[in-house]
């Protein structure tokens, strides 16, 4: 990470579930200044409602700016933009969608800019998001449209990293959304972004299987015989150290992800449900893409929001993450640049200080 603060975006999620909470929480940390420069991309007036709510507690002081372009170092700064005319803890209303929505798309717009070197965003209702130019299923369906790329849900912690191959369907959709190529290149995603944005070399990645007792034989179902076995053969063939494919029960009731860099779940729930359970504060990245986001790893909490019981510490790990996987994501580019440049650069300078000699330098003999 270079000696520049990164700046890392955060935008405010829902205005009436515990976003705005955990926002105040992460920052109130003085300390959270000097890992990075935040900037809140939110409303000024919900931001202040939650601050009332939060009694006691510490609290950050707000550096109001327009753009990312202008923020502080040693300061949190606030964009302010998806106002809020009435605050309804605990309520899912179209207002406060759209105030989600339109803080995400600010962020977005100085994330493209390069104003931003990462963001994170608090959590949305995904139903109430929804209108006529927003038709996203969830976050990382939308950066994948505005990042034009193919992004692979991981979440992640110390001890866990989970890939899901289907992200936000319905169940009843899963099996005919599941193909053989899609594997493989989420295998080629999550290899990718193991060894370049977590610093792992030679990372192993386990591949769940789709059905009970990884389809017993075709007993069960083919989708392991069919799809996903191939799928790992193809990868394996290709230099990823995958391996599977595992049924999800006993991969992790006896312990054997500890054994794996990545695993590769076929589902939304068979990957969130192990990864919550022992992994209770961990983060939703967002991997593949030009850009990196992440989040904390649950959702808008709308029946304890206002009421100071949300837990900052999924979104402290968020912005952690974040700033972590950008400094890997660049000490690997500068690791793995070309060097022929360098020394053709380094020769050329040396031949023109040879041209530029004096005439009577004695030659070497």
Known sequence: MSEQKLKIGIAQGDPNGIGWEIILKALADTRMTELCTPVVYGSPQAAEYYRRSLADAEEPTFNPIVSAHEARRGKVNLAACGEMERIEPGKATPEAGRAAVEALRCAMQDLKAGHLDALVTAPFDKETVQSDDFRYTGH?????AELEGEPLMIMCSDILRIG???KHIPVAEISRNITREKIVRDLETMQRTLIEDF???APRIAVMALNPHAGDGGLLGHEEQEIIKPAIVEAYAKGILAFGPFAADGLFAGGG???YDGILAMYHDQGLAPFKS????????????SCVRTSPDHGTAFDIAGQNKADAQSMRNAIYAAIDIVGHRRAWAEWSADPLPHAERERGNRDGHRKEAPADTPKEE
């Open 140 to 144: 990382t369906e939308y950066l994948g």
């Open 164 to 166: 899901l191959v289907t």
């Open 199 to 201: 610093g792992i070399v």
């Open 257 to 259: 992800y500890t054994r």
């Open 278 to 289: 022992l992994s209770p504060d961990g983060v939703n990245f967002t991997a593949g893409l």
